[in-house]
């Protein structure tokens, strides 16, 4: 592939990633302004239809049930608690009755004779829709004064409460046990009064609609009190929204706003997916940019000298001229794969899932590059592995470009016998290049991994993208590059991994 073609293919393959994650940001756009009060008038038409239910709405149909399910249950407690309060309130009427009955009992000539005390019937006699009766019976159960047809108490407990009908009513009755032990009379009367129950129905309902217009009103304040929590709730998501669709196309800094503790995970989230972004559309731009200023003057001469070659009658020196043409074509075709290469290792550094790989098995493919027959024979590049794997987690393509920069490097910038080689030491996992030569100066190490920049200005074969892609595939693998200089010993470079332990990596 020439390298023409290989920069069109890969600026086309910017472009496509640019797009493809440049929806995941619309996706997130439409997500956040999806909260605002009309958010409807800033989404596109497209995305209206089918819209999932808003997180306001959501939050207030869930708290409008759970304030729903309390109310039915206070209702329901309230109804019971009414009840229950007017019969405690009439049941203490009729026993402050019964009792006065019971007391005005008095044994004349061995009999009991009853004396109604007039105020006895008193206080039953204020609920005016209510009837009243009484019954007085003996030991022997023959009834003494009262109405024959009241019923009987189902136990024989001094004092009980129970319910039954009279004349076809239903009606509430206490009975009221006296004993006596006197020398002409023994036994026990009994003294029940009755009442219907239509006042104390009338007053459990009076109580329990009292409750319920309470609770109706609290419950209308609870509504309005949970209407303005969740707007207030959500207000940091409609603050995240009206940034995101307020920014400039090209304003790609991070998320600054004041949000809660729950949504820092969405801002750390949006701003890492930005960040991501940024770094596709800075490798798309530096590519664009480097195209433009590395390739233009290298094209430009070989357009030169094709025409002198063109023009020139000598045919010794227009091989002369020729033969220039292809060492700068070959010195172009490297720049141009080193360009694209650098290009793909950030692009992939950001979005290529890591797996589990040998460090070894990435050395060996990028030393089999080199193995042209001659270097090998001559002894110019040997390779030296450790005996046990050395497992890390990442992208095998990316570190085999790292590791054909590296041995690249050296081959063409160092001295002697170029030696690669892997180990393993103290939790770390190294791919190390080694050479005989000088190695770099403190200057030139501090610029170690910036594009265009050669350790050898006085070289014309390096184009300074080398170190550079090294650099890129060791940041995206929580890598370092180390560089060790010794006058005896020579100059090594070393890829610096963390040993992976195994499972899969993202």
Request: aromatic letters at 4%.
């Amino acid at each position: 592939m020439s390298g023409s073609t290989r920069l069109k293919f890969m600026w086309r393959g910017c472009v496509r990633n640019w797009t493809e994650a440049a929806s995941p940001s619309t996706r997130s756009v439409d997500w956040a302004i999806s909260f605002l009060p009309n958010s409807r008038s800033l989404q596109p038409d497209s995305t209206r239809q089918g819209q999932p239910i808003a997180l306001a709405t959501r939050l207030f149909m869930a708290i409008g049930l759970i304030l729903l399910g309390g109310g039915i249950i206070v209702t329901i407690a309230a109804s019971g608690y009414g009840h229950q309060a007017a019969r405690d309130a009439f049941d203490r009427l009729l026993v402050g009755a019964a009792d006065q009955i019971s007391a005005s009992i008095t044994i004349v000539d061995g009999k009991p004779l009853v004396d109604l005390p007039v105020t006895a019937l008193q206080l039953l006699a204020l609920a005016l829709q209510d009837r009243i009766a009484y019954r007085v019976i003996d030991p022997e159960g023959v009834t003494l004064t009262g109405y024959d047809n009241l019923p009987l108490p189902p136990t024989r407990r001094d004092l009980s409460f129970f319910d039954g009908t009279f004349t076809g009513s239903p009606i509430r009755l206490v009975a009221v046990r006296r004993h006596f032990a006197e020398r002409g009379f023994s036994g026990t009367v009994t003294t029940i009064v009755a009442q219907t129950t239509i006042a104390r129905q009338a007053l459990a309902w009076d109580i329990a609609r009292n409750a319920w217009v309470m609770l109706a009103i609290a419950g209308l304040g609870m509504i309005c009190m949970a209407a303005f929590s969740i707007r207030s709730a959500l207000e940091p998501l409609k603050r995240i929204g009206v940034d995101l669709v307020g920014r400039d196309p090209k304003d790609l800094t991070p998320l600054d706003i004041a949000v809660p503790r729950e949504l820092r995970a969405i801002v750390d989230a949006l701003n890492r997916f930005i960040s991501r972004l940024r770094l596709q559309i800075d490798g798309m731009q530096n590519l664009i940019s480097d195209s433009a200023h590395q390739l233009r003057t290298p094209i430009a001469a070989l357009r030169a000298q094709a025409q002198l070659a063109a023009e020139e009658p000598d045919p010794a020196r227009q091989s002369e001229i020729v033969g220039r043409i292809l060492v700068r074509a070959v010195g172009l075709s490297r720049l141009t794969d080193q360009m694209l290469n650098r290009a793909l290792v950030i692009h992939r550094g950001d979005s290529a899932a890591h797996s589990r790989i040998d460090l070894r098995r990435v050395a060996m493919a990028a030393t089999e590059v080199f193995d042209d027959g001659s270097i090998f024979e001559a002894g110019q590049l040997q390779l030296a592995l450790c005996e046990t794997p050395a497992w890390v987690a990442g992208d095998a393509l990316s570190l085999q470009e790292a590791a054909k920069n590296l041995i690249s490097n050296g081959l063409q910038h160092g001295a002697g016998v170029v030696t690669v080689s892997v180990l393993c030491r103290a939790g770390a996992a190294l791919l190390q290049v080694h050479d005989q030569g000088g190695g770099m100066t403190p200057d030139e190490a501090r610029l170690l991994g910036q594009r265009f920049v050669s350790a050898d200005q006085h070289r014309s074969n390096g184009s300074g993208i080398g170190l550079s892609i090294a650099q890129a595939v060791a940041s995206a693998h929580a890598a370092t590059l180390e560089l060790e200089t010794h006058a005896a010993a020579g100059f090594t470079i070393s890829l610096k991994m963390p040993v992976s332990a195994g499972g899969n990596f993202k």
